[in-house]
């Protein structure tokens, strides 16, 4: 896995899963994208998008034209570009790379998370906006139930899924989590970790561990903690 960071805080990931080829998930900015692909000979042949806020999509069309790369991702009406809507339960193959497609309404009505093998055999889910380390995103379009339930389900992926999310929000989100649960130490630690260098990734036993959210033990505790942090 290859993280880069773009804008101010995004995350974008891409995956090599055979020799030269790569796919990409949430290409928010074309340039840091082609920047990777340039210096390590790598050929783009496969876009992800987990939903269609511009900070995640903003690169896609330009790098199709200038890769002719297939893009795959939920809810044309608001992803330009797409050659391939998926839903729920669906599978997507990238070579030696296979991911199922998981709807995780709450961020925006259609998010969808990425949860497979990336190419060689690491288990990975592409949280887009959905599950941050130490956090999760804001309900804009969807419930506070909605939320929870893609929360719910991302959690009973296997404990050592690499988690790969949208944004480095993780100092804040940890900050806020001793709010929560000041006596954790597993969130004192990740935030110790998280202020030395910026953590790129997270695993979902980490995050039930460590993440406030995941860890709310209902839907109501789960709405009244993320109103707190829309706050904070
Ligand atoms: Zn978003």
């Not at 989100?173 to 202020?195: G, K, S, Y």
């Amino acid at each position: 896995m290859i993280t880069v960071k773009a804008f101010e805080d995004n995350f974008i990931h891409l995956g090599e899963y055979e020799a030269g080829k790569a796919w990409v998930v949430d290409p928010g900015e074309y340039e840091a994208v082609m920047d990777v692909l340039k210096s390590r000979s790598l050929e783009l042949t496969t876009v992800l998008v987990t939903h269609h806020h511009w900070d995640h999509v903003g690169g896609v069309l330009k790098l199709k034209e200038h890769t002719g790369c297939e893009v795959i991702g939920p809810e044309a009406s608001l992803v330009k570009g797409l050659d391939r809507i998926v839903r729920d339960g669906e599978c997507v193959a990238i070579g030696s790379a296979r991911f199922e497609v998981m709807a995780t309404p709450g961020h925006t009505r259609t998010s969808v998370c990425y949860c497979g093998t990336e190419g060689h055999g690491e288990q990975v889910a592409l949280t887009g906006d959905t599950l941050f380390i130490g956090g999760c995103g804001r309900l804009l379009e969807g419930s506070g139930a909605q939320m929870y339930e893609s929360l719910m389900r991302l959690a009973r992926l296997p404990d050592e899924t690499l988690v790969c999310c949208g944004h480095d929000y993780t100092v804040e989100n940890l900050e806020f989590a001793l709010t929560i649960e000041p006596d954790n130490v597993h969130v004192r630690e990740q935030l110790r970790l998280a202020r030395q260098s910026p953590l790129c990734h997270s695993t979902i036993g980490q995050e039930k561990l460590s993440n406030v959210f995941l860890r709310a033990g209902s839907v109501q505790e789960f709405a009244r903690r993320r109103k707190l942090k829309d706050v904070f």
